[in-house]
């Protein structure tokens, strides 16, 4: 890409940016919705002691969806706003005068489900065929009998939900710190000169040829990290300790428990996918191994692992381009999906334009009753075109399942959430592989490599972090610097082998991962990646049932438990047979970079 001059956002062209204007056309239509949502909140409040009526149930339960359906609408509002110019002030003052209804929603609607749970049970299993209205509720009142237990008493819930922000303080003030009051020095750029280092740069810094540019910016980022151990190690313990007393107010033994419980999640999965992770080490320690020779390195440090071992190819792909690769890739899905899908990409879903003050990264937000959006930074890449297919994967999860599921059922679970947009990924990069040819071709087996090293490996260690530290915080045993760092740096020693020197400043980078601030969250990534490197295979070749199970599946939701709903799309993820597939794939991928490159 050549240099060119960031545009403001009033600046960039229409076709670029996405049709915000489907969900309130002015901002006074969007703060009237925002402005009726207390006195709907006292609407929902005036059922309280009458939900043993199976209408007057009905009546509130749609009053509820009616409310969170303004509520989500608003919030999606105000937030993608704020995020195209993070710098226009009245933008920002938007989101955040949201905030507070989230808190009042949760306080207010608290008393629903201790009432019914107030019921005696059979009651309660009866009353989705009390009448025609309340059949859309089954999976919920079934839910809120699984959860029985672990549902307190209505002034309780008030309690805890009022409590919210403090619990979420550690948090909090983590965000704050990490992003606002941390500041780098200078690290050594490209041409030898000190340039600014910061979190956004930092991956740019690591993915240098030059091996002095990777280790300053290493070395800096984590002894900026180090100085501050002492107050991450209280921050972190501070969280650990905030999510255990949530989790022991609900009735569970660990926060491991409650965290899996919302989505029905055995720990059984958690531990079959740590189990076999650590059956495939050999083979990311022979990866190692291949790194080190193709590097010419004498030896391969952390701050050598994310450089490629071929130059980047020199192909660049105009968006229009990237869409007609796409369907390509993507034509396992069949062609409901992929009209669907262009449908969307035409038709202001897309917010592409890079812009001064929009915020970095990529996302896909569903707002049920409209459609969902995405916003990026389009730059001519593959990593561009791979970003597009993962958050139109999203997409189409949400779209399919506002259009055939209730409100009430159209949310899936954070369990589900990256298998269709890693399941699109998969597809694309196969499809690249299959037409990629010479050193083009080792530079993507080399990405499919490091795709499964970050987002299964990588993300499975910090799942086993997690169960370590939480387990010492169970026991009564404090959560020092010294023995966060020394958990750390035995599991990095197990995951990358003996060939990987530990430098020290390594010993301070679990301090830079947000992720740990929602506990038991990060093992997701690698169980959605499995589920969807299952999906993909499947999809290219046991063609239309595979085709057929996976869109019934986007059409599912959230109207089962994601295990089940998994199960009839084709994967078991209660078996070790997706991450034997997806370290299978790996091992393939390494053998064909080993054989090519001998």
């Known amino acids: 890409m050549t240099n060119k001059t960031i545009p403001a956002r009033k600046d960039c062209p229409a076709t670029e940016k996405w049709h915000l204007s489907d969900i309130y056309a002015t901002r006074e239509d969007w703060q009237a919705a925002r402005d009726s949502i207390p006195g709907q909140l006292d609407d929902i409040q005036s059922f309280r002691g009458r939900l043993k009526d199976p209408q007057q149930l009905l009546n509130c339960l749609t009053k509820q969806d009616e409310m969170e359906i303004t509520l989500s609408s608003v919030f999606a509002w105000a937030r993608m706003m704020a995020d195209t110019d993070t710098g226009n002030q009245q933008y ?32 309660l ?9 309340l059949a859309k509720y089954r999976f919920r009142l079934q839910e809120l009998l699984r959860m029985k237990a672990h549902i307190l008493t209505p002034e309780q819930e008030a309690f805890l939900a009022r409590t919210g922000e403090l619990r979420s303080a550690p948090r909090n003030t983590y965000t704050v710190m990490a992003n606002a009051d941390l500041k780098f020095p200078d690290t050594l750029s490209e041409d030898g000169r000190l340039t600014p280092l910061s979190e956004s740069r930092y991956m740019n810094f690591l993915r240098s040829e030059k091996r002095e540019v990777r280790q300053d910016a290493f070395t800096k980022l984590f002894q900026t990290y180090h100085a501050f151990r002492n107050t991450f190690a209280s921050l972190y313990s501070a969280s650990v300790k905030s999510s255990q007393f949530t989790a022991s107010m609900r009735h569970y033994e660990t926060m491991r428990a409650a965290a899996l419980d919302v989505s029905n999640i055995p720990l059984s999965v958690y531990d079959s996918a740590i189990e076999a992770t650590h059956a495939a080490l050999p083979a990311l320690h022979r990866y190692m191994a291949v790194k080190k020779r193709l590097l010419k390195l004498d030896k391969v440090h952390m701050y050598d692992l994310y450089v490629p071992v071929v130059e980047r190819p020199a192909a660049a792909y105009t968006y229009e381009q990237a869409k007609s690769i796409l369907k390509e890739a993507l034509a396992p899905l069949g062609s409901a999906y992929e009209h669907d899908l262009f449908q969307g990409l035409e038709s202001g879903w897309v917010d592409r334009c890079e812009n001064q003050g929009k915020r970095s990264g990529a996302y896909s937000w569903g707002v049920y009753g409209v459609h969902p959006f995405v916003l990026m930074s389009w730059n001519d890449t593959y990593e561009s075109m791979s970003t597009l297919a993962h958050e139109m994967g999203h997409s189409m999860h949400s779209w399919y399942s506002s259009q055939e599921q209730d409100f009430v059922n159209s949310e899936y679970t954070i369990f589900c959430a990256e ?5 699109n ?10 037409h990629a040819k010479g050193r083009e071709r080792l530079y993507y087996l080399n990405l499919y490599l490091e795709q499964i090293r970050t987002t299964v490996f990588r993300q499975m260690l910090f799942a086993e972090f997690e169960l370590l ?36 400043e390594l010993a301070a980078e679990w301090s830079r991962i947000p992720h740990f601030y929602r506990p ?38 959230g109207s089962d438990y994601s295990i089940t709903l998994l199960q009839r799309a084709g994967v078991d993820m209660t078996t070790p047979e997706p991450f034997q597939i997806t370290f299978q794939k790996f091992t393939d991928c390494l053998n064909e970079l080993e054989t090519l490159t001998e």
């Open 92 to 123: 920002q003052a938007d989101a955040a005068s949201v905030m507070p209804l989230l808190d009042q929603t949760g306080a207010a609607t608290a008393f629903i489900e201790p009432e019914l749970l107030a019921l005696p049970e059979e009651t």
């Open 125 to 133: 299993k009866s009353l989705p065929d009390a009448l025609p209205g």
């Open 419 to 423: 298998v269709a947009s890693t399941t």
């Open 425 to 434: 990924e998969n597809l694309l990069l196969e499809y690249i592989l299959q």
């Open 469 to 504: 530290t939480h387990a010492a915080v169970k026991k009564g045993e404090a959560l020092t610097a010294d023995k966060l760092e020394s958990i750390w740096m035995k599991l990095n020693r197990t995951y990358y082998g003996e060939d990987v020197v530990l430098d020290t």
């Open 520 to 557: 038991f969250y990060v093992y997701q990534y690698a169980t959605g990646y499995a589920a969807a490197m299952t999906l993909s295979h499947n999809l290219r070749t046991k063609g239309e049932p595979a085709q057929k199970a996976y869109l019934h599946y986007l059409a599912s939701g």
